[in-house]
C-alpha cells in the first residue's frame, strides 16, 4: 500500500489541538514575524516628517489599530484552526478564495525577492564594491537558504524564529543606544532636524505605520491556528505587532536621524560593527521571508490544489530570480497591492463572528460570494484613490458596507 505523505502544516484542513504550539513558540515565531528591514524605511520616513513627541504618537496609535486588526485575525485563526485560505474558502466562496490566496501570494513573493535584495546589495556594496556577480551570488545563497526553511514548514519556521529574534532585538537595541549615545545632539533635537525634510501629521504618521505591515499581517491565521486557545493567539499577536513593527519602525527612525540611512545596517556600519551588521541584516530578514513564503506556498496550494511544499519551492524560485528586478522596481507597486488586503482580513473577521457555526467543519461552501469580492475590489480601489484619512481603513469600511448589503440580500 502507497503511504501517503504526511501534511504537517495542515494546508488543507485544521489544525489538531494535539499540534498546537506554547505560548512562547507563539510569540516567537509572531515576533520574528515583524522584524523585516522594510518596515525601517517606513521609520526613516516618519523620523523624515515627525518631531520625537509625534514620532511616538504614531507609532502608538498606528501600531494600536495594526495590534487589533491581527489580533482578530489571530483569534479568528487560532478556533478554528484555519489558514487564510480556508478561512477565505468559507468567507468568499470556494471559488471567490482565489482571490485573496492569489493577493496574498502575489504580495509575499514579491516582499521575499525584495527581501532577499535587501541582504544582498547593501552586503555587497560594502564588502565586493557592489559587484554585479558577488550580487547575484548573495541573492542565490540567500534565497536558497531561506526557501529551505521555508520548506519544512512550522517547525524550521520556530527554530529560526528563536535564533532570530533575541539576537535581533538584543543586538539592534544595543546599536541604537550606542548611536543615541555617540550623537552630538540629543535624541529629541536630532528628530526635530530630521523632522524639517517633509513634514508630515500624526495622522498620516498613524497610516504609514498601519501600511508598513499590514500586508503581512493579514496572514497572521497562517501561523496562529498553531496557537492553543483565541485568547492567547489575540494578545500574543497584539503584543508582537506593537513590539516588532515599533522596534523596526524605531530602528529606521534612529538610522534616519543619526546616520541617514534607513536601516539598522547603517547605523550598525558607521559604529564599526560589521560583522554583527551582517548577522543581523540577514537574521532580520530571514524571519519575515520565511513566514511569507509559506503564506506563499499556502495560498498557491489552495488556488491550484496541490501540497503545500512544491508551491513553497515555485515562491522561492519565482522570489530569487526576480529580486533584483523587484527591489528596483516593484516596491511602489507592492506599497499600491498592501491596500487590496486589509478589505480581505475585515470580511474574514466579519464572516467568522456572524457565522461562528459554519466553521466548525471544512465543507458545504458556496462557489463565489460575489459580494465579498466585490468588497475586496471596491475596498482597495477606495484605499489607494482616496487621499484623505488612512487608506487600510478606507478600504474596510467600503468592504464592510459591500458584505453588510450581501448579508441582508442573503437574508432575503
Not at 482571490?99 to 560594502?126: D, E, H, K, R, Y
Not at 482616496?386 to 448579508?407: D, K, Q, R
Request: hydrophobic share 50%; net charge positive.
Amino acid at each position: 500500500m502507497e503511504k501517503k505523505p504526511v501534511d504537517i502544516d495542515y494546508s488543507a484542513s485544521a489544525v489538531p489541538k494535539s499540534e498546537r504550539r506554547s505560548l512562547l513558540t507563539m510569540f516567537m515565531i509572531m515576533l520574528g514575524f515583524t522584524f523585516f528591514s522594510a518596515s525601517m524605511w517606513t521609520g526613516q520616513t516618519l523620523a523624515y516628517g515627525l518631531n520625537l513627541g509625534g514620532f511616538v504618537k504614531a507609532l502608538l496609535l498606528g501600531g494600536a489599530i495594526l495590534g487589533v486588526y491581527t489580533g482578530l485575525l489571530g483569534y479568528v485563526g487560532a478556533e478554528t484552526g484555519l489558514s487564510l485560505d480556508l478561512l477565505s474558502c468559507k468567507a468568499f466562496g470556494v471559488k471567490g478564495s482565489y482571490l485573496p490566496s492569489a493577493m496574498i501570494s502575489f504580495t509575499q513573493i514579491g516582499w521575499f525577492g525584495v527581501g532577499v535584495a535587501m541582504f544582498a546589495i547593501p552586503v555587497s556594496n560594502q564588502f565586493f564594491s557592489g559587484s554585479t556577480t558577488a550580487t547575484w551570488i548573495l541573492v542565490i545563497v540567500a534565497g536558497i537558504l531561506m526557501t529551505s526553511s521555508a520548506y519544512f514548514g512550522i517547525k524550521s519556521l520556530t527554530i529560526v524564529s528563536y535564533i532570530a529574534v533575541p539576537c535581533v532585538a538584543i543586538l539592534g537595541s544595543i546599536a541604537m543606544i550606542m548611536a543615541v549615545a555617540k550623537g552630538e545632539a540629543t535624541l529629541a533635537d536630532q528628530f526635530l532636524t530630521a523632522s524639517a525634510k517633509s513634514p508630515l501629521s500624526v495622522i498620516a504618521g498613524a497610516g504609514l505605520v498601519i501600511g508598513s505591515f499590514v500586508s503581512g499581517g493579514t496572514a497572521t491565521p497562517n501561523f496562529t491556528r498553531f496557537s492553543k486557545t483565541g485568547k492567547s493567539a489575540f494578545w500574543v499577536t497584539v503584543v508582537a505587532f506593537f513590539v516588532g513593527n515599533s522596534l523596526m519602525l524605531f530602528f529606521g527612525g534612529i538610522a534616519g536621524a543619526y546616520v541617514g540611512g534607513n536601516d539598522i545596517f547603517d547605523v550598525m556600519l558607521n559604529l564599526n560593527l560589521f560583522y554583527a551588521a551582517i548577522l543581523v541584516l540577514g537574521l532580520n530578514i530571514w524571519t519575515t521571508n520565511d513566514n511569507a513564503l509559506y503564506s506563499a506556498g499556502l495560498g498557491l496550494a489552495n488556488i491550484f490544489s496541490k501540497r503545500k511544499k512544491p508551491m513553497v519551492l515555485i515562491s522561492g524560485i519565482i522570489g530569487t530570480v526576480t529580486a533584483i528586478w523587484l527591489y528596483n522596481n516593484f516596491c511602489s507597486w507592492l506599497n499600491i497591492l498592501n491596500c487590496t488586503l486589509p478589505p480581505i482580513g475585515l470580511i474574514l473577521i466579519l464572516d467568522y463572528f456572524l457565522h461562528k457555526d459554519s466553521y466548525a467543519a471544512i465543507g458545504g461552501e458556496k462557489k463565489v460570494n460575489w459580494f465579498a469580492v466585490l468588497g475586496v475590489v471596491l475596498g482597495a480601489t477606495v484605499a489607494n484613490l482616496l487621499s484623505w484619512g488612512i487608506a487600510a481603513f478606507n478600504g474596510m469600511a467600503v468592504a464592510a458596507v459591500c458584505y453588510f448589503v450581501g448579508e441582508a440580500v442573503n437574508r432575503k
